[in-house]
């Protein structure tokens, strides 16, 4: 993460659809700076090269006049423009406004969703945005258009972390998928009763993909505070007594084998997860991101 | 308790510089939001409580230090009269006779005053029978002071000879109220002249004075008090030597002794001889007249010449004996009254003193009783326990610091 970045890390920034989009702007730039071309090859608008006719290729894509030119046989070949569907997702319940300095989880993951929607549609892509609360799901559906980025971005912008993960209704037209997706899922993990589980497992079919982005603040990994604090859960408002020096090792310990534990269950399911902590670069999560998008192209 | 500068007292407003501290402390900075506490442990409240119950010692360290210092300024100080919850009447010994004092004394103590006799340990009247010891009144009001009763009422005839030494302020809780004592007439001594003659001396005595006056009476009409007191005429031996030199001198000590015997009840036995032919005939006294000095052996009373220019008196008195200052000529025996002066002398009157001093009912007025309260030696009473007060002060605030650092100490660690 550069300098020039982080001066834009700042709320009053990311809280408007150009910052975020110039945020977004840079980060991709940044990161797509000599940029990648379409591995595979097929048929397209766009030329990539000639092979030798092979018995069983279908004629219509035999070249004719290439024929006429050499009286050999060739398939004209093209990049494939391949076209997913990304959603976004993003868990907007109130504990993702853990901060730590100037940056909440909310934040990340929305310069986060802002950045690899921007390379989404560059890719053209479709991608959709949905934030769950137990107050109001909102859901921008995937759609090819010019206007999708603005008010893709328009609606990150008013999300706002409150209440908790949804429990009940409303949550069921996440789950109408079809056709090739690619769902990128940003969450702290925080569940209650494992719903965040098992919505994610139903989210997971044969046909998508899934990414998990599970944003942890370091401090919060390492419990790094210095002394006795009294420590508040952002949703359910209790608090308890901790004199961190005695707990940092145990704490430590534990969040280990949750995370361990996480990661061991989404292997089970297929899904992708990845760790996040708020002090990463970006270009980490867009690399994973793309390494992911290339497995669904296949 | 009272403060010298009661103004600093406005310095209390400083408590609340660390209660709002505590305060605020307790607010801010001690919860952090997290997204869940799923992970984290209630540490032991012992723990906790622990820290707390510092907090709070620590908070009441340092609102105790502010009160200190602000004591100190303001100039804290206690004054001896604390006031009791008793009240006392206090009497000099005869006044409950007094028809005057009748009715207060009476309503005062159904009021619930303690009656007290005016002696030392001020004893209460119905334990114990008046104590006839005398004492200052100056250092009787001294211990009053000191018996922290609220209201004392002190009922006093003033007698002169009890005041003593300088004199004392009177405390605002001490009434004190004084009687002229009525004159009394008593025999001073009775001394038989003869078989049927009596030389009686009587004394009259009241609060302006005492004066002696002396009756030549039958024996017979002597009443009881006289007879108690009759005694013989002392008879006092007496040898006067003298050298050739001295015979003026000799001539002078002789009259005057004669004037003595003469005029006082008693008979004197003089015997003169030169000083060279001295007998050792057993005498009381030895008056001696001469350049020579007394021989060592005379171990009696003497009277000797021993000139000495420096001194005022004619006669003085010194280890051995009195000591005659200067020739004796007529001029200086009547201007230093020789003859009464040998009176006094040679004649005893231990006893008379005494029971003149007993009789005596001379007695101050009441406004020369006591020093008015600006007096520099209340003042001085004052300071010395009000620099008691602070010299305490001074020790608790170093304590209370040294405690306080060390209590916070133990926190931060």
């Known amino acids: 993460m550069n300098t020039q970045l982080k001066d834009l890390l700042k709320p009053e920034i990311l809280n408007s ?11 991709v730039e940044g990161f797509m700076s000599g940029s990648n071309k379409s591995q595979a090859v097929g048929a397209g608008q ?44 993003l868990d907007a319940s109130n504990s993702m406004s853990y901060a730590e300095g100037a940056m909440s989880k909310l934040h990340y993951a929305k310069v986060m969703i802002a950045a690899l929607a921007y390379l989404t549609r560059k890719q053209s892509d479709t991608f959709g945005l ?20 603005i008010r893709f971005l328009n609606a990150l912008v008013n999300v706002k972390s409150e209440g908790s993960w949804s429990k009940d209704g409303g949550i069921e037209q996440l789950f109408d998928h079809h056709g090739k997706e690619l769902i990128i899922f940003f969450t702290d993990m925080y569940d209650d ?21 599970h944003i942890m603040g370091e401090q919060e990994m390492a419990l790094s505070y210095d002394g006795s604090f009294s420590f508040e859960d952002l949703e359910s408002k209790r608090q308890v007594k901790v004199d961190t020096a005695l707990q940092q090792e145990v704490y430590a310990t534990r969040m280990k084998d949750w995370v361990k534990e996480t990661r061991m269950w989404m292997l089970e399911k297929a899904i992708t997860y990845q760790l996040v902590t708020m002090s990463d670069p970006f270009e980490k999560t867009l690399r994973d991101f793309l390494k992911v998008r290339n497995t669904l192209m296949r | 308790m009272q403060f010298l500068n009661p103004i600093w007292l406005w310095g209390l407003t ?64 206690f004054t001896n009269s604390k006031s009791g919850d008793t009240n006392w009447l206090v009497m000099e010994r005869g006044m409950e006779k007094e028809n005057d004092f009748r009715a207060l004394i009476d309503s005062l103590e159904q009021k619930g005053f303690e009656l007290r006799w005016l002696a030392k340990d001020f004893p209460l009247l119905k334990d114990s029978a008046a104590t006839k010891a005398s004492m200052n009144y100056g250092s009787l009001v001294e211990s009053l002071k000191s018996e922290h009763a609220k209201q004392i009422v002190v009922l006093s005839y003033n007698y002169a000879n009890r005041f003593k030494g300088k004199r004392t302020t009177l405390p605002d809780n001490i009434q004190w109220i004084s009687k002229s004592p009525e004159p009394t007439e008593f025999t001073l001594t009775a001394t038989r002249l003869s078989a049927d003659s009596v030389l009686v001396r009587k004394g009259k005595t009241d609060f302006g004075g005492t004066r002696f006056a002396s009756y030549e009476v039958r024996g017979e009409t002597l009443n009881e008090e006289e007879k108690a007191l009759l005694q013989n005429q002392d008879t006092i031996s007496i040898s006067v030597y003298g050298d050739a030199k001295f015979e003026s001198d000799k001539e002078i000590m002789l ?70 200052n200067r020739r004796l000529d007529q001029e200086n025996a009547i201007a230093d009254n020789l003859a009464l002066q040998l009176a006094s002398i040679l004649l005893p009157k231990d006893k008379a003193q005494q ?59």
């Not at chain 1, 050499?70 to 093209?78: P, T």
């Not at chain 2, 540490?43 to 409580?49: A, D, L, V, Y």
């Open chain 2, 14 to 77: 400083g408590l609340l510089i660390p209660i709002g501290i505590h305060m605020l402390s307790r607010k801010e900075g001690k919860v952090i939001r997290v997204g869940s506490i799923r992970h984290l442990e209630e540490t032991s409240t012992r723990q906790f409580r622990n820290i707390r119950l510092n907090e709070f010692v620590l908070l009441a360290l340092r609102c105790l230090l502010i009160t200190l210092v602000v004591l100190l300024l303001s100039g804290l100080s």
């Open chain 1, 46 to 89: 766009e030329f990539s090269q000639y092979r030798s006719y092979e018995p069983g290729d279908d004629l219509r894509q035999l070249d004719w006049k290439m024929y006429a030119r050499s009286e050999r046989y060739y398939i004209k070949q093209a990049a494939i423009e391949t076209n997913i569907t990304v959603k976004f997702m």
């Open chain 2, 255 to 324: 009259a005057a002794l004669k004037a003595v015997d003469q005029t006082l009840p008693c008979v004197l036995n003089i015997k003169t001889s030169d000083a060279a032919k001295r007998s050792d005939d057993k005498t009381d006294w030895i008056v001696w007249l001469s350049e020579n000095a007394i021989p060592e052996s005379i171990s009696v009373n003497s009277i000797v010449y021993a000139k000495n220019e420096f001194a005022n008196e004619l006669l003085t008195l010194s280890e051995k004996g009195w000591l005659i």
């Open chain 1, 193 to 213: 009763d494992n719903d965040l589980l098992h919505f994610i497992s139903r989210l997971k079919t044969p046909r998508n993909e899934v990414i998990v982005f």
């Open chain 1, 17 to 27: 659809v150009s910052g975020l989009e110039l945020v977004a702007r840079i980060i």
């Open chain 2, 355 to 413: 029971r003149a001093n007993e009789f005596d009912r001379r007695a101050l007025p009441e406004k020369e009783l006591w020093s008015s309260a600006d007096v520099k030696g209340n003042d001085d009473l004052a300071t010395a326990s009000t620099s008691n007060v602070m010299q305490y002060l001074v020790a608790l605030i170093l304590i209370s610091l040294l405690i306080e650092r060390i209590v916070a100490f133990k926190r931060n660690q």
């Open chain 1, 130 to 149: 949905f934030t769950v609360n137990n107050k109001s799901i909102n859901a921008i559906q995937p759609r090819f258009e010019t206007q999708q980025f």
